[in-house]
């Protein structure tokens, strides 16, 4: 197990600069898990980690190690890659062995190793398949497996679960959690989903556009988003964003959008009438007001979406469109008016220029 | 839910028809086409194989038709004698030496040129493509004189290097393309396993490579099997002469015995039918490869 520093990581491609001095700890044994849209650097920086690309400036550390100019091998990491990365031509034993092979290892040493790690995979009964006979879970297994026999101090997944489907990626989100559970070992895993993010991090690093957005546990960035971008990416379905400006009402500060849309604002905001903000709600904290009260706002209902577990309810109010994910179990129709109530103390403010979180 | 199997075009009842039988003008067009090309192929071969076990007057009156007796001594003489299984041997020696040295050499190149960036890649691949643009022949002389610089002259090496040398243009392209699909992914991972250029042309990308190793391998074994300018340039004894050389010294001796020529003919040509046959499933899968992304 190691900790892994990196210090004002930076990566170029010529003029392109896709990394802009990126900076984060690791602990030891911790699960991290790099999130962010495509093309935001995550998988570079990842490859960077395992030595893969090379750093154009800034500091690498794995342990107490520089990196920076160290080959992959000598990094004592291992490395899960999306497409699975099997050798094709050899059995699920031989890929598993094959880094055993190249260190020199002995065949008892190999087949102890192998044994080992196709008992936490139980991949056993496989281990003289060729990866064409296997399902694509199974390959995703054999990776993994190839990964422990390592016994590396740093594990690597880079979209590990992208090419599998629905189900099975929820089966194998389970297994790497209980795989870092069980090993305890420092990984670093790249992903777009944010759901597998949240599910699987100890902590997430919000990656956007070559820099880190936040850093911190998933119910941190759940509930407090530093910006714009991260309350936008974090959260299924993601969070309504209305931009207006704080106004006052009966000496009550106020949410007004520029269409009149007026909304409530949680105690902890400062009145600052026409400071421009962007007012935020997330669609698990937009419920339907019965009855309805003075202050809640009346919407009509533009589209539903049962889910089962709930009912995603998209509404208009003036200009602007807000989603709720109701549990009522009541039966909402489109053309419909909805009264709404909004949790104020769930709401959440940015500030429309900067795009920094207020409250 | 949307059944996505039934609208893909295979589940199309008439697409799926139109698939399997071409109409009745189509079919004739397609046979009549395939059964010239296999004639034009086919019949050379058929009357030179026939024609050895004719008779000479036989051979003159019945040129392209069935033995009227069958001669199986043309080619049990051939067989028994120790010039033919000489000749054969050395075809053998050169046309396995020149195999052996193309595969090792253009392999490896092919493979650098493929995924290791270095200045001059472009410059030096375009170079190895110019030779495919200079038949053997024009080069003949320069080569000569080289070959016998090098003290070459009337060796196996005097008739294999120049071939090599003549077949890595097309070896190296071959080899290039389907290194370059390789995915990109197995040499990261290899790397990560510890693997360097080195061990991961000979793991992975060689063991990988079956069916092209087996393409350029037939290709550069047929060409210099059928080659007949370099020996006759480069050798001189009658001892190391391969078969198309033994072929000119045998016309020369029974240059009114057609029939035993024929039959001669034939049984040196035989060895290349039956590689051929035995690897044709990897030629064709070895010129194809990486022609549409799998």
Redesign the interface.
Known sequence: MATIALDEVRKSFGHHKVLHGVSIDIEDGEFVILVGPSGCGKSTLL?MI???EEITGGDIRIGERVVNDL???DRD???V?????????MTVAENMA??LK??GASKAEKQKAVARAAEILDLTPLLDRLPKELSGGQRQRVAMG?AIV?DPKVFLFDEPLSNLDAKLRVQMRGEIKSLHQRLKTTMVYVTHDQIEAMTMADRIVVMNGGRVEQIGRPLDLYEKPANLFVAGFIGSPSMNLIAGEIASGDGVPLFRSADGLSLPLPARVAAAPGRAVVYGVRPEHVEPAAPAGPSDAVGEIALVEPTGAETQVLMTLGGAQLLGAFRDWAIHRPGERLALRIQRERVHLFDKESGQRIA | MTDLAATAPAADPSYAESRRRPSFVAALYIYGSLFVVAAIVLVPLLTTALGGFKTLGDLRVNPFGLPSEWQWSNYTDILFSVRYWQMLMNSFIIAGLTTLLTLAVAAMAAFSLAHVRFFGAGFLMNYFLLGLMFPIATAILPLFIRIRDLGLLDSYLGVVLPQVAFGLGMAILLFRNFFRNVPKELFDAALVDGSGYIRFFWYITLPLSRPILATVAIVAFVNSWNNYIMPLIMLNSQAKYPWPLGIMVYQGEYSTDWQLVLAFITLTILPTIIVFFAAQKHIVAGLTAGAVKG
């Open positions: 490859r395992a030595g893969l080959a992959p091998k990491i291992a490395m890659f999306q497409n699975y990365a099997l050798y094709p031509h094959f880094s190249l260190a190839r390592r």
